[in-house]
């Protein structure tokens, strides 16, 4: 059975940094896309960014391009996202997400079997 596992969040003030990191424990770790997602309160989950088996392509959502990151080590199962210059509209449950399927439909929730319990981060102003 495949978990996911994150870990990183927190209380930040804005404009501050934090990274999320994402194990997985699977032996195939390096043939699933990874993705993260996030839902604020009252809000639906929505896509942030994803990354492919390789690592060799990234899709982000407009909302985050150019602060976050997505990078991934297949050698350790873990994938990470690097969120800098932080804002409050930020603040939500982060979830990673593993698909074994379609390897560049990276943004839909559908498009993932897996997913982490997810990880609190809070972007005070």
């Known amino acids: 059975q495949v978990q996911l596992v994150e870990s990183g969040g927190g209380l930040v003030q804005a404009g501050g940094s934090l990274r999320l990191s994402c194990a997985v424990s699977?032996?195939?770790?390096?043939?699933?896309?990874m993705g993260w997602f996030r839902q604020a309160p009252g809000k639906e989950r929505e896509f942030v960014v994803a990354?492919?088996?390789?690592?060799?392509?990234?899709y982000y959502a407009d909302s985050v391009k150019g602060r976050f990151t997505i990078s991934r080590d297949n050698a350790k199962n873990t994938v990470y996202l690097e969120m800098n210059s932080l804002k409050p509209e930020d603040t939500a449950v982060y979830y990673c997400?593993?698909?074994?399927?379609?390897?560049?439909?990276?943004?839909?929730?559908?498009?993932?079997?897996?997913w982490g319990q997810g990880t609190q981060v809070t972007v005070s102003s």
């Open positions: 990354i492919s088996r390789s690592g060799g392509s990234t």
């Open positions: 699977s032996r195939t770790f390096s043939t699933y896309k």
């Open positions: 997400a593993a698909g074994t399927n379609r390897p560049y439909a990276l943004t839909g929730e559908y498009e993932y079997d897996y």
